[in-house]
């Protein structure tokens, strides 16, 4: 069963065009968690997100999550090649217990 | 920056060998977890572990599955007999508490890649 749900699944786009990522869900989270993560290496938190219809920036990242907290999206304003990477949402009905999407391949161009 | 590590970073073993993969969590951090990402697929949480003993586990971490603080500092991932799908990058991640609070930060381990032949 596919608790979380990204989209897309790839994405490829020109430096300084926008883009926005989704994460949904017909469960509702008590968090949920945007990660980034690296070939070979361990997914590296990005935000954290508890309060439906919160919104956190992160330089040119803005994540908002939904007001009945079951979905999340990340946008990323004016996208430059050092954000190409693999992007993960992961939501927790507690803190014991994270559940993973199956992440958003991004590439960046020059 | 105090970091998660874990040896070995590859592991290869045979079809019905034991591995226990190790995990130094970060030192005044109380929650463990354990998580594996087969080549390709998403990341999936295994166990959790507070207060020596296991808060929470999935439904893949079955009686081949333990795992144990042995002393201070190591968090260890036992398989006691490995099978051909177990083959998988296993990360480790530890946070300080749990809570409502979001600034609280799971950190993860570069993780160890589990190559069962």
């Known amino acids: 069963t596919q608790l979380l749900e990204q989209s897309p699944q790839f994405l490829s786009i020109q430096e300084g065009e926008n883009l926005t990522v989704y994460c949904n869900s017909s469960?509702?989270?008590?968090?949920l968690q945007w990660y980034r993560q690296e070939p070979g290496e361990g997914p590296v938190l990005l935000v954290t997100?508890?309060?439906?219809?919160e919104v956190k920036k992160l330089k040119r990242l803005t994540f908002q999550f939904g007001d009945a907290r079951k979905d999340s999206s990340l946008h990323i304003t004016a996208a430059q090649p050092g954000d190409t990477g693999l992007y993960l949402c992961?939501?927790?009905?507690?803190?014991?217990?994270?559940?993973f999407g199956s992440g958003t391949k991004l590439n960046v161009k020059p | 920056e105090p970091e998660v590590t874990q040896t070995p970073s590859h592991q290869v073993t045979q079809m019905g060998q034991e591995v226990i993969l190790r995990c130094v969590p970060i030192?005044?951090?109380?929650?463990f977890y354990w998580y594996r990402q087969i080549l390709g697929q998403k990341v999936e949480f295994l166990v959790s572990?507070?207060?020596?003993?296991?808060?929470?586990k999935s439904e893949i971490f079955d009686d081949q599955f333990s795992v144990e603080r042995p002393d201070g500092s190591n968090f260890t991932l036992k398989i006691r007999s490995t099978k051909l799908e177990d083959s998988a990058m296993y990360f480790c991640?530890?946070?300080?508490?749990?809570?409502?609070?979001?600034?609280?930060?799971?950190?993860f381990g570069p993780g160890t890649r589990l190559t069962v032949l």
């Open positions: 469960s509702v989270f008590s968090s």
């Open positions: 991640a530890s946070r300080r508490e749990a809570g409502s609070g979001s600034t609280d930060t799971q950190y």
């Open positions: 992961a939501g927790a009905r507690n803190f014991n217990k994270f559940y």
């Open positions: 997100v508890v309060t439906g219809g």
């Open positions: 030192s005044n951090h109380l929650y």
């Open positions: 572990f507070y207060n020596n003993e296991i808060s929470e």
